[in-house]
Every structure is written in C-alpha cells, then in structure tokens.
C-alpha cells in the first residue's frame, strides 16, 4: 500500500509545477498574442499603403485622359485673343470635353486643385459647360465640387504641377511653377508627388494634344 501510495504522488503534479505550467503557457499566449496583433498592424499599414498608391494611380490616369485633350479656347469678350487656360503649382484651369458619362458632351470649364490642409490633402474637381458669355474661370466658384481623392492619399505628402513651354516669343522653353502665356498652351505638364516617406512618386507628363492651335 505503501508502495502504490508513492506511485501515486510521483505521478501527479504539485502546485508549484502547475503554476510553473500556467506561467510558462501565460507567457507563451502573451507572446503569440503580441505577434499576431503586430502582424495584423503590419498588414494594416501595408494595404494602406497599397490603397494610397492605388488612388495615385488612378488619379494619374484621370488626370492625364484630361489634361492631354485640352482645348485651346478662345475666351469671347476678352481682347487679344487670350486663351481659356491658368496653370498654377496646386491648381489647373483649363476648357476640355468631358467623357460622356460624366458630362452632356460639349466643351466645359474645368478646375482641378490639389488642396492641402493640415495633414490631409485633397484633389477637387469642378467643371461647368462654356458659355459665350463667359471671360474667365471665376464662374467656377460658385459651382459644386467634386472630391476625386481624399483619405485615400492618407501615405502622399504633396502633389504639385509644373509646365513646360516658352513664357514668350524667342525664348527658350523651359520648366516653370506657373504658367502665364495667355497666348499658347504648355508644350507639357508635369504631375509630381512626394510620399510622406519622402520617397519621390515618378513623375507623370502629359502633352496637351491640341496645345499648337487656337480655337474660337
């Protein structure tokens, strides 16, 4: 009885192995617990990412479709024949047609701005159908905006325009932040961007088809 009474105990556990046991589990969960939650705001931040420079992407793409049917519009009551178009760093103004699922068809007024506030950014939209009665892009004021690009660039630091032409006659065409030739359209116009890694997005140029004519 003895005997069988030691074989017993032997084989049981103590309290002190037990808590031992539990502790070593503890420790074990809290561990695995540790990099799954670690993993999972890997994975969190790499599709934000990912989501970030899928909306520069098609933003890109957006923008280019537009900027390379620019048209070169004659504004009616303005003299010397001064052409619908103000390049700026943040914001472009231009007269384009619009795909016909967003507009009527015809020629349109269009602004595109790349708006910083705070830590956010955000590209917005307008556009309004040319009138005959219209001198320059102020009517695009009042109209309603459409947000193209938002939250969804949470990863870009700074997007900005560039144009490339020739600020007037004889001279040599060169790159600049603002646009002023009332004359002609840019040869070229560059979208740039900086992530707020401060990594450089590639740049996108687009040559505006009709930019060598003048319309009335």
Known sequence: M???????QQAGFTL?????????????????FGGLRL????????????????????LEGFLRRELSVTYPYVWKNVPGRQL????????????A????????????????????????LRIVWKHLPVSSHTNDFSVLAETPEMVLAAS??????EIWLTY???????????WLD????????????RVQVRLSNNAQWPDFVVAPMLSSGIAN
């Open 152 to 157: 969804e660039l949470s990863n870009v630091e």
């Open 84 to 95: 619908a178009f103000v390049g700026e760093r943040n914001k472009v103004s231009f007269v």
């Open 16 to 32: 002190l192995e037990l808590l031992i046991a539990m502790t070593l589990l503890g420790m074990i969960l809290v561990l695995l």
């Open 178 to 189: 603002r646009w002023e030739n009332s004359t002609r359209l840019p040869m070229l116009i």
């Open 164 to 174: 490339f032409g020739r600020e007037s006659e004889g001279t040599a065409p060169r």
């Open 39 to 58: 993993g999972v705001r890997s994975w969190d931040a790499s599709q934000k990412q990912v989501d970030s420079l899928n909306s520069v992407r098609s």
């Open 97 to 120: 047609q619009l795909p016909s699922r967003v507009g009527g068809g015809g020629l349109y007024l269009i602004s595109v701005a790349l708006e910083q506030r705070a830590n956010s």
């Open 2 to 8: 003895r005997m069988d009474g030691r074989r017993l």
